[in-house]
């Protein structure tokens, strides 16, 4: 009955809860991403030591473990209940995931970094997204993305230069394609 009531009322999180069950997003935990995952969790590191953390589209927490307990609190949210569910053996008393969209996220808590880990794509209009969240930052706070190269994500990686400061960026190749991480405020 809960499949059904979610397929109707929450299509978007049936799909992804579907493709968590099949395996879908296990290639996210093979040796190729952990480099991505490291230098997008060095980025947050050196720009918000000691944070206060927001993961839009956490997936099952696999960046969380790259971080290696350098923040003050971290807040992973996905869409997936699935995802969700399998990444709570991961909370404490400064960690915690909650399923939501994040196109309809809202919280009242400031964050020192945003971060935007393979899911900003996935938005509507990703620029206004990140301007939506900006409202969630604190005084010094910055948005962290990884974006894969798949041919379009130049476009909106220019869109962001141009709208917000790049502090940093860094690349990463290795055989399943490009990636770039950047922190930006």
Known sequence: MWDFICKFFHPKRAKWDSQYNQGKWQILKSPQEEERFRALANL??????????????????????????????????????????????????????????????????????????????YAKSPLLLLKRYKQFLSLNGVIATSIFDNGTAGKLRTQIACNYDVLASQTVINKRGTWHCEVFR
């Open 44 to 121: 947050v590191k050196k720009y918000t030591p000691n944070g206060n953390i927001l993961e839009i589209g956490c997936g099952e927490g696999l960046l969380l473990s790259m971080l290696e307990n350098d923040y003050i609190s971290f807040i992973g949210v996905d869409i997936s209940s699935v995802a969700v569910k399998r990444a709570q053996h991961l909370s404490n008393d400064k960690t915690k995931f909650i399923i939501a969209d994040m196109e309809k996220f809202k919280t009242n808590n400031r964050f020192d970094v945003i971060i935007f880990n393979e899911s900003i794509y």
